[in-house]
T-cell receptor, first 113, second 115 residues
Framework: GDSVTQMEGPVTLSEEAFLTINCTYT??????LFWYVQYPGEGLQLLLKATKADDKGSNKGFEATYRKETTSFHLEKGSVQVSDSAVYFC????????????FGGGTRVLVKP | DTAVSQTPKYLVTQMGNDKSIKCEQNLGHDTMYWYKQDSKKFLKIMFS???????INETVPNRFSPKSPDKAHLNLHINSLELGDSAVYFC??????????????FGPGTRLTVL
């Protein structure tokens, strides 16, 4: 079945540092890929998505590129802020699986001033 | 305007009780979902409904029974609650179609604690 693996946290960074969170996936077909963010005490919000190979999703300074050859969708941000402290989830969905989201385990990011 | 709302936000109850969580969306979506987030933040699909029809039913104990009275509502009833049911339950909604590309919108979650 489908699965998503992302790096375990917590990741602790200083403000303005570069952030990378690795995500790889296994899927039977051609999934759509997503990054969701969960701020403390809140639900999940879509951060960005990519729906086909070589697509780049971007939002709020975050970027991720759909790499079919390496089955990866790594999240990057060039200069993090304290407000970026959250848990980040990589996820995929496939039509054949009823469009459910299959999530990675989440990566907690803590940005210190 | 709340897009996806859940009630209650917190639920504390004793083992063996029966409880319900309600979810409503005002986005005009036709598909709704329940996800469970455990204490380690791991998220897993439980159920999905499309136009009031059950589409996804993962390996969830039959003590959990979803009910969708209409496209805008998806409720979750849990019988004979167990300690292991303690988790945060998230409702989500989306439009169907789109080849899996459609964003799912999540509610704020219901934190269930079983004592």
């Amino acid at each position: 079945g489908d699965s998503v693996t992302q790096m375990e946290g917590p990741v602790t960074l200083s403000e303005e540092a570069f952030l990378t969170i690795n995500c790889t996936y296994t899927a039977t077909g051609y999934p759509s890929l997503f990054w969701y963010v969960q701020y403390p005490g809140e639900g999940l919000q879509l951060l960005l998505k990519a729906t086909k190979a070589d697509d780049k999703g971007s939002n709020k300074g975050f970027e991720a590129t759909y790499r079919k050859e390496t089955t990866s969708f790594h999240l990057e941000k060039g200069s993090v802020q304290v407000s970026d402290s959250a848990v980040y989830f990589c996820a995929l969905s496939e039509v054949a699986a009823g469009n459910k989201l299959t999530f990675g385990g989440g990566t907690r990011v803590l940005v210190k001033p | 305007d709340t897009a996806v709302s859940q009630t209650p936000k917190y639920l504390v109850t004793q083992m063996g009780n029966d409880k319900s969580i309600k979810c409503e969306q005002n986005l005009g979506h036709d598909t709704m979902y329940w996800y469970k987030q455990d204490s380690k933040k791991f998220l897993k699909i439980m159920f999905s409904y499309n136009n009031k029809e059950l589409i996804i039913n993962e390996t969830v104990p039959n003590r959990f029974s979803p009910k969708s009275p209409d496209k805008a509502h998806l409720n979750l009833h849990i019988n004979s609650l167990e300690l292991g049911d303690s988790a945060v339950y998230f409702c989500a909604s989306s439009l169907s179609g789109g080849g899996g590309r459609n964003e799912q919108f999540f509610g704020p979650g219901t934190r269930l604690t079983v004592l």
